[in-house]
């Protein structure tokens, strides 16, 4: 196990530049830098004395859906304010190097995508996106529609956000692609997460299982961390462009070639 404080292994970099399949597992970590509080972060303001896992639920939607509905326009209005930082960015440059990387993602600010990302599997759904709560279709509400949840213009029911609540199940086609990525590739990068919620917490044993070599980017340690070949100890949005400029040079802007 090689912990990298501050330098880039150079065998990292080999293993990158070599790698016949990437799979990158994300996490709030990466979006902290872009001002988004990670999912375990104290709250603020108003919503201090809520815990996001009390809030997050089906059964806290059913007992005060104005109240999850609230909790979720503020996040929302902290993600449309937000913008991608240096570590989605070199994310995405990573995509346009190498071949077939897949970017799995737990968070629902979508910031990969706005950094340019294009395969993207969100396994926890997109905050800025509704859905039915009946109907469990993806639908918007009436522009006039100002109550509060608004109502599905199909069937009347509540609309609610288009996330993965606690206790609910993954969207399918995202985690048999999540599953595919881990076991096919042969370099697995877990970013930012704490590594705490299932499934998307056993993917990188999966990956392990199949041979692949770990490689943590995070501010602290987790409980993936003991079974990571690299520890790559820091902010995301510093070790992510360096690693990225180190292994494929400065023009990080660069597309494909
Ligand atoms: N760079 C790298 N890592 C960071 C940074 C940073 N700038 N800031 C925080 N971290 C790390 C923390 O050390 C922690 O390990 O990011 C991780 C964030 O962990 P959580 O807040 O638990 O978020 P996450 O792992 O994404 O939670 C997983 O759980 O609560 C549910 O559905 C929710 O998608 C979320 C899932």
Not at 16 to 22: C, D, E, K, W
Not at 73 to 92: C, D, F, K, S, T
Not at 222 to 229: H, I, K, M, N, V
Request: glycine share 8%; hydrophobic share 40%; with cysteine.
């Amino acid at each position: 196990m090689v912990d990298a404080p501050v330098g880039i292994p150079e065998s990292l970099v080999t293993t990158l530049q070599n790698a016949r399949g990437i799979a990158v597992l994300t996490g709030s970590g990466i979006s902290a830098e872009s001002g988004v509080p990670t999912f375990r972060d104290a709250q603020t303001g108003l919503w201090a004395r809520y815990e996001p896992q009390e809030l997050a639920t089906p059964e806290a939607f059913a007992r005060d859906p104005r109240l999850v509905w609230e909790w979720y326009a503020w996040r929302r209005e902290l993600v449309e304010q937000a913008v991608p930082n240096p570590g989605h960015r070199a994310l995405a440059v990573l995509e346009n190097r190498v071949p077939g990387v897949v970017l799995i993602t737990q968070n629902v600010d979508g910031l990969h995508r706005r950094a340019g990302s294009q395969n993207v599997t969100e396994l926890h759904g997109n905050i800025t996106r509704s859905k039915c709560s009946v109907e469990e279709v993806v639908v918007e509400p009436r522009e006039d529609d100002t109550d509060v949840p608004p109502s599905c213009p199909n069937c009347g029911a509540f609309l609610r956000p288009d996330v993965v609540w606690f206790g609910e199940a993954l969207p399918v086609r995202e985690f048999e692609e999540a599953l595919e990525a881990a076991r096919d590739c042969d370099l697995f990068f877990s970013i930012g997460t704490s590594g705490l919620v299932q499934p998307a917490a056993s993917l990188a044993l999966d990956a392990l299982r199949n041979g692949a070599v770990i490689a943590e980017i995070n501010s602290n340690q987790t409980p993936l961390s003991p079974y990571a070949e690299y520890l790559l100890r820091g902010r995301a949005g510093e070790v992510l462009p360096a690693l990225m400029e180190t292994a494929f040079g400065r023009d990080l802007g660069g597309h494909g070639g």
